[in-house]
């Protein structure tokens, strides 16, 4: 299981950006793909994911209405489209899926969404 994840960089409050996660060794025919972040000296927040089999969305409070989830079967890709950034997303996102083994203990948005395996990280810092 492979994934990973770019497109961080800095970005102005209020900007946005599109991160994008190629992932590998798996196929979502069932099972979920999304996001987590982890901002400095905080736990770790699944905040987007899209379950397989029916392509549901589901989100965190704290970035429903301002970031989307997307996938490009073909491609091997999704991405997460993050609009009206805010200094309080400054965070490492990762891309992780539940279609592999445990690396490092288990990040869960909900019970369909619960990831275990995750590719390096990028960086999104929202500052003026």
């Known amino acids: 299981v492979q994934l990973q994840a770019s497109g961080g960089g800095l970005v102005q409050p209020g900007g946005s950006l599109r991160l994008s996660c190629a992932y590998s060794?798996?196929?979502?025919?069932?099972?979920?793909i999304g996001w987590f972040r982890q901002a400095p000296g905080k736990e770790r927040e699944a905040i987007s994911c899209?379950?397989?089999?029916?392509?549901?969305?589901i989100y965190a409070d704290s970035v429903k209405g301002r970031f989307t989830m997307s996938r490009d079967n073909a491609k091997n890709a999704v991405y997460l489209q993050m609009n009206n950034l805010e200094p309080e997303d400054t965070a490492i996102y990762y891309c992780?899926?539940?279609?592999?083994?445990?690396?490092?203990?288990?990040?869960?948005?909900?019970?369909?969404?619960?990831?275990?395996?995750r590719g390096q990280g990028t960086l999104v810092t929202v500052s003026s």
């Open positions: 899209i379950t397989a089999t029916i392509g549901r969305q």
């Open positions: 992780a899926t539940d279609q592999g083994p445990v690396v490092d203990g288990v990040v869960e948005l909900t019970r369909q969404c619960s990831f275990t395996s």
């Open positions: 060794g798996f196929t979502l025919d069932y099972g979920a």
